[in-house]
């Protein structure tokens, strides 16, 4: 337990600096438009509480646990003989790390809701969990490889505004939610703390400019798979009619 709770208080003040404003927001609609009853202010309030206790534990374990073991992971990684084995592992853990993260969690249910089920939540997660996988194999790539960024990030961006183009406003809509979203606690922690040590034991690489670049390969993937996906569902239709 030694250390487990060292810079807490830095992080939970943090976590005050990002909920506050957001609560004063509420206070503010709530006194202007809302005028909620006391009993659902009440829950409100208890879930700005649990919220706090929540995501500054959750930033604790970041801190002590994620972003140490990650860098190590991929300073080990680096320093393999056999290190391409790497790549297909990389898959696994790209796809695991988006499945799991709360923020897709909440975007896919509330899809499924809006869509009245004509969209599983299973098959957006799956979806989008499958194009992190991938944008996480071609980070490893381009480290061990070499590649610019450019290679993968403007002809990438080029398809998804022609697949926007053809695809439902919905579609493009989760789409380019998605890619915000996938970025969140589970990929900007582990993950990237994984590429900035795998860049950093890499020979020719730079941490920050290999290492970070992984987040916009990442940004970018659940917006092609989603629109993929929406092409798929558009083919489905015709079909049927």
């Known amino acids: 337990m030694n250390g487990l709770f060292d810079g807490f ?23 202007l438009f809302l ?17 706090f206790i929540g995501l500054s534990l959750f930033l604790q374990g970041v801190n002590v646990g994620f972003i140490p073991i990650g860098e190590q992971m991929g300073e080990v990684i680096g320093g393999l003989r056999y290190r391409y084995i790497f790549i297909p592992i990389g898959f696994v853990l790209g796809f695991f790390a988006a499945y799991a993260e709360p923020a897709l969690q909440v975007l ?8 009245a089920g004509a969209i599983p939540k299973k098959v957006l997660l799956v979806t989008i969990s499958i194009g992190v996988g991938l944008s996480i194999m071609l980070s490893i790539v381009r480290i061990f490889v070499g590649f610019s960024i450019w290679y993968f990030v403007l002809p990438g961006y080029l398809i998804s505004f022609y697949l926007a183009r053809k695809s439902s406003k919905l579609f493009t809509a989760i789409a380019f939610d998605s890619g915000g979203i996938v970025t969140g606690p589970m990929i900007s922690t582990f993950m990237l703390s994984l590429f900035v040590g795998l860049a950093g034991v890499t020979e020719g690489r730079d941490p920050l400019v290999d290492g970070f670049g992984m987040i916009a390969l ?3 993937a659940p917006i092609l798979s989603v629109l993929f996906l929406g092409q798929l569902y558009s083919s489905g239709r015709k079909e049927a009619s």
């Open 35 to 51: 005028r909620l009853k006391w009993r659902k202010v009440r829950d409100v309030l208890v879930g700005f509480f649990l919220t």
């Open 9 to 31: 208080s830095g992080v939970l003040l943090d976590v005050t600096y990002a909920l506050v404003p957001l609560l004063v927001f509420f206070f503010i609609f709530q006194v």
């Open 108 to 115: 896919i249910k509330q899809v499924e809701r809006i869509t």
């Open 218 to 220: 990442v940004a970018l």
